[in-house]
């Protein structure tokens, strides 16, 4: 450990500070809140609530407005989560002299405006929108960060990785007078109707798994999804299923495997792709090094029938019970226990963030399914009882980032992460900058460092600290006008 | 008349064009709506309105995507008054081969959310605000300019006076992927707390008044304040005042002067001075070339009690009955018959809009009135049942206008506009051109080409027409991204 870090650490802990609830780093901040309006953008209530967000000051005690803030924009989860496993803002910190600020997303951890009825209805749960998180991390920033008399506020320099990353490059697009620059990791800011082909993420995430141990891995997921619905179709092969697959609530109908089953094979699919990481860790789920080339270990030949059955529900503990506390297989979320608003995001992927999928079974390893704006809106209809508005993130926020006025991001990718195909991977603005990891996995580089990573996110890391640096010192050379 | 505008004129009449029902230029367009939903930033219903559109698409006929659009972002009136006082749009768009759009904004006009209940109460007003504005906008012209395949959408400046410059401003920087550059006229965007002292405006003012004619026209209205207080205390005094002032409601006690009346005279002297053009006109109301010389000329030399009074009356004729249709003085309001929504504005300046003011009688020719923001958020709670949000404008789209990713913006003022005051007069910034008039009145640089017009007027012109063209150049070296 870096000795100024260690130092802090050690003052923290002298000085009462908080360890976070999560895996991850064993950071320490103080946990606060500010009240911020439910509706930033209407005037028909007065009603506020509490937003969270964690502060440590530790490192820049003394230097005044000439150091800066490190600020994460929360995304789809509890604050303390993305905090502990952002090490490489802890790891900055000392060497920039920085205040670190995370902020909380509304809806999520314990920033709910409507506390336990949040979730209730579409009266309640609408609020919870891209803009309106914005704005409520504008006005924290405003607020702790004013400037005052003749002084300018410190630069801010804002962080996210996945949506979080989204909401850093948003918020330095909407708010450039509030932060100086944005290091947007792993941020799908194209993966939206017209301008990213639905089936580039399966088509990633099936090659990653293609290449991480032998062929014959994705070859037995192309294979299981007919294999399970067979079983699907009888008494019989349900019972068999739920033996052999330990799940925590039976299946007793056919959907139950082709819906719900499905889906949670497919999400943890997805999800150990984002965090095949080259070390042990615990983001989204406890997992090894490794966790893609470990599981498809399991599937290095040839299967079939109930022996193919076997040997996938072994390659799934490792996602689902590493750390061997599991009793039984729960399907109905692949986030279980992570600390990640499932529900949330649920919401907001029937509003906003409507980023169109399908598979074709050819070149991916997913069973054909074509994308239809009508039947998922439809769903979402039921569901929440308002339809998607799919172009609202591009018309807000723009796809392209072109515009010489859009500048000072970052867009980090690591090449196997399959969100990667909706980032942006290439840019003709000399002020957007590309950093691609091609051994990387979801947001790595925001990840503290570790011994195995490889060099590529050592030096993607680098390349970010140096953007910070010329970032500040652009906005240094920027004189308050009266 | 520029040929090619006289023959679009006769095009455009030819093809059914409408031609505007207020004063200023004799332009047409088509009229057209979009619905645009009513909360752009939640999804607590899908509630729709139809917002009302201008469009002149005869300077455009066959030149595709390489022609620009020249959009004015709606401020608080009918679009038709300010489409038809905006003429220099109108002389632009044939040298550009330009669309001509206008669109109206929220609450004014014929754009009402709820219909005639739109302003009934916070819960159907509370949508009126300046990010539901651009939002509306914003939509407007992705549905109009998305571009299709490999073409990108066509280069949109943004144009705007008053309010609507400050729209203007706010849109190139809150949505820099839709517009290319904004000619930002007499945007106040800096007056508001903490950053424009409050007695600013009311001192340009006075020194308006003060070099008009002769330095006796301050002197009197400084002092008639003391006579009308003194009138306004006994019943012979106030039937006094109704014999001379021939008021359309007689006043009836003291605070009828010293609250509407003293209001109302403050209101037109600010306007007077903002329409204080060098020729004859009808913006927010008919009056003659050069206006407050014309008041002044009527209280050039130092009068007292009732002759002050008689040619303070006469005076207040050029604002409120210059044309001599008025059969009496309406107090209530400055803008009577004249297309600007004062009720909307009243809305706004008790919400985001919050714009502080003040007077000494030392500095300017008011009576003393000290900024209160308490007292004024009691008044706007008791009004409209909300709270001002004072730093919302600050926050959201910031106040100084350094940061290198704000560009292509042009902040014009006139310095006998008493709103110059709070507009943006220096800038450290290379992308943000500052245009100052030294003889110009409010926007006067928007209207249409007078023969009276001052060089500087006409060098101003000049400025942002190059601009333009530098904005639009620079769009078309931008290369889409796939």
Redesign the interface.
């Known amino acids: 450990m870096d000795p100024a870090v260690w130092l802090a650490v050690i003052i923290a802990q002298l000085s009462g500070y908080f360890t976070g609830a999560y895996g991850g780093g064993n950071y320490t901040y103080e946990i606060k809140t500010i009240d911020v309006?439910v509706?930033?953008?209407?005037?028909?209530?007065?009603a506020t609530f509490k937003l969270r967000y964690l502060i440590n000051d530790t490192f820049a005690q003394g230097t005044g407005p000439d150091s800066p803030i490190l600020f994460y924009a929360g995304n789809e989860g509890d604050i303390e989560l993305f905090a502990q496993n952002t090490g490489f803002m802890w790891e900055l910190a000392p060497k920039f002299r920085a205040t670190l600020l995370f902020a909380e997303h509304r809806y999520y951890g314990h920033s709910l405006p409507f506390g336990n009825q949040s979730y209730e209805s579409?009266?309640n749960?609408?609020?919870?929108?891209s803009?309106?998180a914005l704005?409520d991390y504008?006005?924290l920033l405003?607020t702790l960060n004013s400037g005052n008399g003749t002084s300018r506020a410190r630069p801010v320099i804002a962080f996210g990785g996945s949506y979080g990353g989204m909401l850093a490059a948003w918020f330095?697009?909407?708010?450039?007078?509030?932060v100086?620059g944005a290091i947007a990791a792993s941020a799908p800011v194209r993966q939206f109707q017209d301008v990213t082909p639905c089936g580039i993420f399966n088509q990633i995430l099936t090659s990653v798994y293609h290449t991480a141990y032998t062929p014959e891995c994705t070859a037995n997921i192309r294979h299981s999804w007919a294999v399970l619905q067979n079983y699907s179709t009888s008494a019989d092969g349900l019972r068999v299923l739920n033996e052999k697959f330990h799940f925590c609530t039976n299946l007793t109908k056919a959907t139950d495997v082709t819906d719900t089953f499905f889906d949670y094979l497919t999400d943890v699919y997805g999800n150990l792709a984002m965090i095949n990481y080259p070390y042990e860790s615990d983001f989204l789920a406890p997992v090894p090094a490794h966790p893609v080339r470990e599981f498809c270990g399991r599937l290095a030949q040839n299967y079939t029938g109930a022996e193919l059955l076997d040997h996938l529900e072994s390659a799934l503990t490792i996602y689902s019970n590493f750390d061997g506390k599991a009793k039984c297989l729960n399907i109905n979320s692949s986030y279980d226990g992570s600390g990640i608003g499932d529900l949330g995001w649920d919401?907001q992927a029937c509003?906003e963030m409507i980023m169109p999928m399908c598979s074709d079974g050819v070149h991916d390893m997913f069973p054909p399914k074509a994308w239809n704006l009508q039947e998922y809106s439809d769903k979402c209809f039921k569901k929440?009882g308002?339809?998607p508005?799919p172009?609202n993130a591009?018309?807000?926020?723009?796809?392209?980032?072109?515009?010489?006025?859009?500048?000072?991001i970052v867009f980090s990718n690591g090449l196997l992460d399959p969100w990667s195909g909706g980032g942006?991977l290439?840019?003709?603005?000399a002020?957007i900058k590309i950093v691609l990891i091609p051994e990387g996995a979801h947001h790595i580089d925001l990840r503290a460092s570790n011994p195995n990573d490889p060099e590529t996110v050592t030096r993607a890391r680098a390349t970010h600290t140096q953007s910070i640096r010329e970032w500040i010192d652009?906005y240094r050379k920027?004189?308050?006008?009266?």
């Open positions: 309006p509706d930033h953008f209407s005037f028909t209530s007065d579409p009266k749960l609408g609020y919870l929108t803009e309106q704005a504008a006005l405003r330095r697009i909407k708010y450039p007078h509030l100086a919401f509003t929440y308002v339809r508005r172009h591009l018309v807000n926020y723009g796809g392209e980032f072109l515009e010489s006025s859009i500048t000072n942006v290439r840019s003709t603005n002020k652009e920027q004189k308050k006008v009266y």
